[in-house]
């Protein structure tokens, strides 16, 4: 596996413009259980191109974005020009440079399973005020016959994405072991994307396990996912159906 921070550095424009955001009530839900609001501080770790960032703004809130990749965090900032309440930060989420005991919510957007939850762990204790919040969000995609094939596309021809997937599914025991001993409490909430065939191209050159053009698999895979559209397309779209799922709680 490549440096994780450097994963997504060749992919930043298909990620800023294929990436699916988040559904309103994943904000919604932090600012109903976790405080979130004009008062609050937000560090968002892994911040990304900012697509989580961009939601928690709604709320009147002041977020930092903490983003070791460079393109990345250049691109959020980009994005988010104008968002006065928003700040980039060159930082990790084991070392976010936060002041101690300045941020009322900790947050991350498809980002926790990079991180090294121990580190991750102290770095919190040292930066959140007491009480404060964790919020570990993620889009997963959920199971049907486009979704499926698409699923079976990657597992075929993309070598490095069963250890990512393998992350993934491990990550409910890591938010639990980041936040014992308190209570980590999980919701879901249906997303989707409606993609073309080049959206859905975008979509899957977004990720970082993708073979880019000159790979073995590259030539393939781009058939078959021609394949997959022309199977599932209804109006020119097919769409990519996920569920929002949001665990958070309190350190403990």
């Avoid at 450097?6 to 992919?11: A, G, K, M, V």
């Avoid at 991180?115 to 770095?123: G, K, W, Y």
């Avoid at 079976?152 to 014992?180: G, M």
Wanted: no cysteine; charged share 25%.
């Amino acid at each position: 596996m490549r440096d994780t921070r450097e994963r997504f550095t060749d992919r930043v424009a298909d990620y800023v413009r294929y990436r699916p955001g988040y559904p309103v009530a994943v904000r919604q839900l932090m600012e109903r259980e976790l405080g979130l609001g004009p008062a609050s501080v937000v560090a968002d770790l892994g911040s990304g191109t900012g697509i989580l960032s961009r939601l928690l703004l709604g709320s009147g809130a002041r977020v930092f974005g903490v983003e070791p990749n460079a393109a990345m965090r250049a691109a959020a900032e980009a994005e988010l020009t104008g968002q006065p309440r928003f700040v980039s930060i060159d930082g990790t989420a084991e070392a976010t440079t936060l002041a101690p005991a300045s941020v009322d919510l900790a947050t991350a957007g498809q980002a926790f399973h990079w991180f090294d939850v121990a580190r991750t762990r102290l770095e919190l204790e040292r930066v959140l005020r007491p009480g404060g919040g964790v919020a570990l969000v993620w889009n997963v995609r959920a199971s049907t016959p486009f979704n499926d094939d698409y699923e079976e596309l990657l597992l075929r021809f993309a070598p490095e994405y069963p250890e990512v997937r393998a992350r993934d599914r491990v990550s409910e025991t890591a938010v639990r072991t980041l936040l014992a001993p308190g209570e980590v409490r999980v919701a879901r909430f249906p997303n989707r994307q409606r993609l073309d065939e080049q959206s859905l191209r975008g979509r899957l050159m977004s990720s970082s396990y993708a073979p880019k053009p000159g790979a073995p698999t590259h030539e393939a895979m781009s058939a078959r996912l021609r394949e997959i559209f022309a199977a599932h397309a209804a109006g020119g779209a097919v769409e990519m159906a996920y569920d929002a799922v949001v665990y958070w709680g309190r350190l403990g």
